[in-house]
C-alpha cells in the first residue's frame, strides 16, 4: 500500500517538501493521544528479547532512526511512535544556518538511495536546547544529539564552536555525536585526522563533563566510508585512547564509482553525500574493521544501506550493538521498523545466541 502511495504521491513531490509534509503528517499524529496510541501498538510493538543496553542506557531494542531526518528536534515522540528504538536529532551547528541552496536532496529510486548537500540546515544549538528542554515526553526513548561545525566558522575555530554547542545541548542528550564525517560543509573531514580530532574529542568531552555533573554523557563520533584503512584503524586507536563510548559507522559517500548505480546520471553526477542500498557493502566493511581493532571496549552503531531485518542483523554480527537508518524509510514507509524488528527477532530465535548481545561481533571475534 504504502508503495502504491510512494508512487503516486511523493515520488512526484520534490524531495525535501515531501519530507517536511511526513514529518508534518508525523507530528500531528503525535500530539493526538487516542491516535498515536492506536499507532504506536500498530507500528512499534515490542519484542522483550530484543531489548537493548548500550552505554549504560535501556532500550526496546537496537533499531534507531540516524541523525539528519530530524534535525531540530521536532518530531521525537512521533519517530518513536512509528517504532524507532532510539532517535539521533541533528546535525545541530553552534549557530542557526539555512544549509546550502535549494535543490539539495535528490531521490536515485532504481538504486533505493538518496544524494544530499543539505548542509547543515538547522536553527543552531540554543534554539534546539530551548525544545529540547521544553518537551514534554511522551514515549520514554533514547534521544541522541548529533552536533556538528557552523560553515562560517573557520577550521581553526572549530573547537569553539563545538564546544558551544556541547555546553547547551549536552544536558538534554541521551548521548552525544561530534560528527566530523559529513562531505557538505567545506572542511569538515579535515577534523577526522587523528592530530585535529583529539583535541576537539577531548574539549568536548571536557565540556560535556562541566555542563552535566550528575551523569557522563556518553561521547560518539561519527566517521565517513571514505576513509582509508589506514585512517579508520588510527581513529579506532584514538577512541580507545581516549575513551569514547562509541563510534558510527559510517556517514554517506561521496564515492560513485564502483556502486553499481543504474539512475539517471544526471542525479548520479549531483554533488553531495550518498546514502542508501549501494553504501551497504561499504559500511559493513568498516564496522567490521572497526570491531576487529576495538572489539568490545567501545560500542559500535552500524548506519550506511540498512533496508530490511537481514542488514540489522548483518551488522550486529560484524559488531554493532546498535543499528540506525534512515534513507529506507523513505522508500519502506512507516512499517518499516514494525518489519525490521519482527524479522530481528525471527533470526534470533533460530540463531545459536541467547540474546541480541551474544551476537554482537559473532561473526569477527576468533573462534575458540
Known amino acids: 500500500m504504502y508503495r502504491l502511495f510512494f508512487s503516486l504521491l511523493f515520488k512526484r513531490m520534490d524531495p525535501e517538501r515531501a519530507h517536511h509534509l511526513a514529518v508534518a503528517w508525523i507530528r500531528l499524529a503525535a500530539r493526538l493521544p487516542v491516535l498515536r496510541t492506536f499507532i504506536a501498538a500498530a507500528l512499534a510493538p515490542r519484542h522483550k528479547e530484543l531489548r537493548t543496553e548500550a552505554f549504560g542506557l535501556r532500550m526496546h531494542g537496537p533499531f534507531g532512526l540516524a541523525a539528519g531526518f530530524d534535525k531540530n528536534a521536532i518530531a521525537v515522540d512521533g519517530m518513536s511512535m512509528v517504532g524507532f528504538d ?48 521544553g518537551r514534554r515526553t511522551v514515549f520514554r526513548t533514547v534521544v541522541g544529539v548529533n552536533i556538528g561545525k557552523t560553515k562560517v566558522v573557520p577550521e581553526g575555530e572549530a573547537v569553539g564552536d563545538y564546544v558551544k554547542s556541547t555546553r547547551r545541548l ?13 562531505p557538505n560543509t567545506p572542511g569538515l573531514r579535515n577534523l577526522q585526522a587523528v592530530d585535529h580530532l583529539r583535541p576537539l574529542l577531548s574539549a568536548v568531552r571536557e565540556a560535556a563533563d562541566q555542563a552535566v555533573t550528575e551523569r557522563r554523557v556518553p561521547l560518539l563520533v561519527k566517521i565517513a566510508p571514505d576513509l582509508a584503512d589506514e ?21 554517506t559517500t561521496i564515492a560513485r564509482d564502483g556502486l553499481g548505480l543504474t539512475s539517471e546520471p544526471s542525479l548520479v553526477k549531483e554533488t ?40 540489522v ?41 541467547a540474546t541480541l548481545a551474544d551476537a554482537v561481533g559473532a561473526d569477527v571475534k576468533e573462534p575458540a
Open 170 to 182: 549536552a544536558p538534554y542528550a541521551d548521548y552525544l555525536v561530534v560528527n566530523v564525517s559529513s
Open 313 to 353: 542483523w548483518q551488522r550486529i554480527l560484524a559488531g554493532a550493538a546498535l543499528v540506525q537508518g534512515y534513507s529506507a524509510f523513505i522508500y519502506e514507509g512507516p512499517f518499516w521498523s514494525r518489519a525490521i524488528h519482527k524479522g530481528l527477532a525471527a533470526r534470533l530465535r533460530t540463531s545459536p545466541y
Open 86 to 133: 532510539h532517535v539521533e536529532i541533528g546535525t545541530v551547528t553552534g549557530e542557526p544556518q539555512p544549509g546550502n541552496p535549494r535543490k539539495r536532496l535528490f531521490r536515485l529510486v532504481p538504486d533505493r538511495a538518496l544524494i544530499n548537500r543539505m548542509g547543515f540546515n538547522n536553527e543552531g544549538s540554543a534554539a534546539v536546547a530551548e525544545r529540547l528542554a
Open 231 to 251: 585512517d579508520i584503524d588510527a581513529v579506532a586507536d584514538l577512541a580507545v585512547e581516549l575513551g569514547l563510548d562509541g563510534i558510527i559507522a559510517t556517514n
Open 272 to 311: 553531495g553525500g550518498l546514502s542508501g542500498a549501494p553504501l551497504k557493502s561499504r559500511s559493513l566493511e568498516v564496522l567490521r574493521r572497526l570491531y576487529a581493532r576495538v572489539g568490545d571496549d567501545i560500542t559500535l552503531v552500524g548506519v550506511g544501506g540498512i533496508e530490511n531485518a537481514e542488514d
